[in-house]
């Protein structure tokens, strides 16, 4: 019993006080730790998306976290060469597993850092064009405009052109109406203007233009260009159609048709 009591005094002896500084280091260094991610917190947030925000916050709290294990495990005098020999080995095996996703994961955090769109906004990319309705750290969620719930991954969008439609607070709708040949021009510029004009969610400035685009084969086709807000855009590009067509037809506009002209040479027996 002398002996065993005598080797736990020379053990804690010896080991006393480093089991003391390292409580001592794990108990300051919680307390840095903590604080250090509040005061990060509150310097980041509203900078970035709520959801990358999180994300560093955690990433953050987990690299500080390792880094105060290891130097507790040196205080107590254990070897941390081979912690992080095998902390690299297994980042490495993670790594060429997930490639894939990580290739998602740092194209989210690009889209969450630069912000090409936000959740609600009218987006084309990769071939597909919908609704926003959530930037996730892998996945971007949009809805097509059939009500299909598609998610992209991150890559593929961070690699790929975005068009925005939402973006700016003007969009302009781009239409081509044609007339017969005999129809008088200033009459159908007057004709479309009118229409144009009445209209309510068609914006007085920018200015629309009317303007005779193109003699086709059959017809005059005129260029109709008006400025809407985005979310007007289809209404106003249906309603133009419809309304048009009315006061074409009410002004005594021909509607031309596709057309061939044969002539038959007299002196060929048929």
């Known amino acids: 019993m002398n ?8 053990v804690i002896a010896n080991y006393g006080m480093q ?5 001592v280091f794990l108990l ?5 730790i903590k604080i250090a991610l509040k005061v990060m917190e509150k310097n980041i947030q509203g900078k970035f998306d709520r959801t990358l925000t999180s994300f560093l ?21 254990f ?12 980042g490495f095996a993670v790594g060429f597993a997930l490639q894939g996703s990580l290739a998602n994961f740092a194209g989210g955090v ?14 084309e990319v990769a071939g597909y064009k919908g609704k926003v309705q959530e930037i996730e750290l892998l996945y971007t969620i949009i809805t097509s405009p059939d009500n299909k719930k598609i998610y ?7 690699t790929n052109s975005i068009t925005n439609f939402s973006a700016l607070d003007k969009r302009r709708v781009d239409l081509s109406f044609g007339v017969g040949y005999d129809d008088d021009i200033n009459e159908v510029k007057e ?13 007085k400035e920018p200015k629309p233009i009317i303007r005779l685009g193109e003699h086709a084969g059959s017809s005059l086709n005129f260029d109709v260009k008006v400025w809407v807000s985005p979310t007007d855009y289809w209404t106003v590009y249906y309603d133009l159609h419809e309304e048009l067509k009315y006061a074409f037809d009410e002004a005594g506009f021909n509607i031309p048709y596709p057309q061939m002209d044969i002539h038959f040479d007299e002196g060929v027996k048929l």
């Open 79 to 90: 070897e941390v060469t081979s912690f992080v020999a095998i902390l690299g080995a297994a």
């Open 3 to 10: 002996d065993i009591a005598g080797g736990l005094e020379s």
């Open 19 to 23: 089991l003391l500084l390292a409580i």
């Open 110 to 123: 690009l889209l969450l850092m630069f912000r090409p769109f936000t959740a609600g906004d009218m987006i």
């Open 152 to 158: 992209i991954p991150n890559s593929n969008i961070s």
């Open 28 to 32: 300051i260094g919680l307390w840095v």
């Open 191 to 203: 004709v479309i203007n009118q229409v144009v004009t009445e209209h309510e969610l068609i914006y």
């Open 57 to 77: 916050v955690s990433i953050t709290r987990a690299i500080l976290l390792i880094l105060l294990f290891l130097s507790i495990a040196s205080t107590l005098g």
